[in-house]
């Protein structure tokens, strides 16, 4: 039998290995803001061009103190907001279009938005005529209210959780660890705290089918316990239950971040 063995890599190979490594774009799909909306997954990473819309003010979260700029971009297919971590927030201005690869897709209450990654490459570029066209809305006045969405559906499709959390007791976060330990964490101030001495409350993350679509809605206590004065000594599952039982059912919410302003129901 003859072997044949394979040449070792010489220098000359190794010095320009990198002009054959394959790009980020190569690696990951561009996809356009109703793509990532309509068929990305939750994870998965992509590449996305868009002008940036507006950018909030930078905040310090976690116990590493990573600095975080909320954002909004747009494409010419919608807006979608885009979570700036860590040096990168340093990279955007508002009014100039880019191109950020890989980037992730995330989701919450439903709602898809993407986050930059540590492997993430924020790159201006100018080629995009449609992007760099795209008009940047006026700034929405303190006070005024999101848009509300009003549905009328004759019960509830399903409840995707029904979910218990406290909250902080220096700055009122939603902490997100177990509310059956004795001691809790804010990640925001790194600062421990005893449970019991944390105010604890809770929403229902419900889903109702809206023409062909299903949409996922967050209700939080205090809408809950209009139509469930008892709610304080149900058990989840309980409340999920009467939830589901619900019929002729009108639901007033916010279309910005899908949470349930008013509900009621004939049953």
Same mark, same amino acid.
Request: net charge negative; hydrophobic share 35%; aromatic share 6%.
């Given at each position: 039998?003859?072997? #044949?063995?394979q040449?070792?890599p010489?220098?000359?190979? %190794?010095e320009y290995?990198?002009?054959?490594q394959?790009?980020a774009?190569?690696l990951h799909p561009?996809?356009?803001?109703?793509?990532i909306?309509?068929s990305?997954?939750?994870w998965?990473?992509?590449?996305f061009?868009g002008?940036?819309? &507006?950018l909030a003010?930078p905040?310090?979260?976690?116990a590493?103190?990573?600095?975080?700029i909320?954002?909004?971009f747009?494409?010419?297919t919608?807006? #979608?907001?885009?979570?700036l971590?860590?040096?990168?927030?340093?990279?955007v201005?508002?009014g %100039?279009v880019?191109r950020?690869?890989p980037?992730?897709?995330?989701s919450?209450n439903g709602?898809?938005?993407?986050?930059?990654?540590p492997?993430s490459?924020?790159t201006?570029?100018?080629?995009?005529a449609?992007?760099?066209?795209?008009? #940047?809305?006026?700034?929405?006045?303190?006070?005024?209210?999101?848009a509300?969405? #009003?549905?009328?559906?004759?019960?509830i &499709?399903?409840?995707?959780?029904?979910?218990t959390?406290?909250?902080c007791?220096?700055?009122?976060r939603r902490?997100?660890?177990?509310?059956a330990a004795k001691?809790?964490q804010?990640?925001?101030?790194?600062?421990?705290?005893?449970t019991?001495?944390?105010?604890? %409350?809770l929403c229902?993350?419900i889903?109702v089918?809206?023409d062909?679509?299903?949409?996922h809605?967050?209700a939080?206590?205090?809408?809950? %316990?209009e139509?469930?004065?008892d709610?304080a000594?149900?058990s989840e599952?309980?409340l999920?239950?009467?939830?589901?039982?619900?019929?002729?059912?009108?639901?007033?919410?916010?279309?910005?971040?899908?949470?349930i302003k008013?509900l009621?129901?004939?049953k």
């Amino acid at each position: 039998m003859t072997t #044949i063995s394979q040449p070792l890599p010489t220098r000359a190979d %190794k010095e320009y290995e990198f002009q054959f490594q394959p790009s980020a774009e190569s690696l990951h799909p561009t996809c356009t803001v109703e793509q990532i909306k309509q068929s990305s997954s939750d994870w998965e990473l992509i590449t996305f061009f868009g002008k940036a819309l &507006h950018l909030a003010e930078p905040t310090v979260v976690g116990a590493k103190n990573l600095k975080l700029i909320e954002s909004t971009f747009a494409d010419t297919t919608g807006q #979608i907001t885009v979570n700036l971590w860590a040096e990168l927030t340093q990279e955007v201005e508002t009014g %100039k279009v880019y191109r950020i690869a890989p980037i992730q897709v995330r989701s919450w209450n439903g709602i898809k938005k993407l986050s930059t990654t540590p492997n993430s490459v924020i790159t201006s570029v100018s080629d995009q005529a449609e992007l760099t066209n795209l008009p #940047i809305p006026e700034p929405t006045p303190d006070g005024e209210q999101s848009a509300n969405g #009003i549905l009328n559906v004759p019960s509830i &499709h399903s409840v995707h959780s029904v979910e218990t959390f406290v909250h902080c007791i220096n700055c009122g976060r939603r902490l997100l660890q177990a509310t059956a330990a004795k001691f809790i964490q804010c990640q925001r101030y790194s600062a421990y705290m005893r449970t019991a001495n944390c105010s604890k %409350k809770l929403c229902a993350r419900i889903v109702v089918q809206s023409d062909d679509t299903l949409l996922h809605l967050t209700a939080f206590e205090d809408v809950l %316990k209009e139509v469930f004065p008892d709610l304080a000594t149900m058990s989840e599952a309980s409340l999920a239950e009467l939830i589901l039982e619900m019929e002729s059912v009108t639901i007033t919410y916010d279309t910005t971040n899908r949470t349930i302003k008013k509900l009621s129901t004939e049953k």
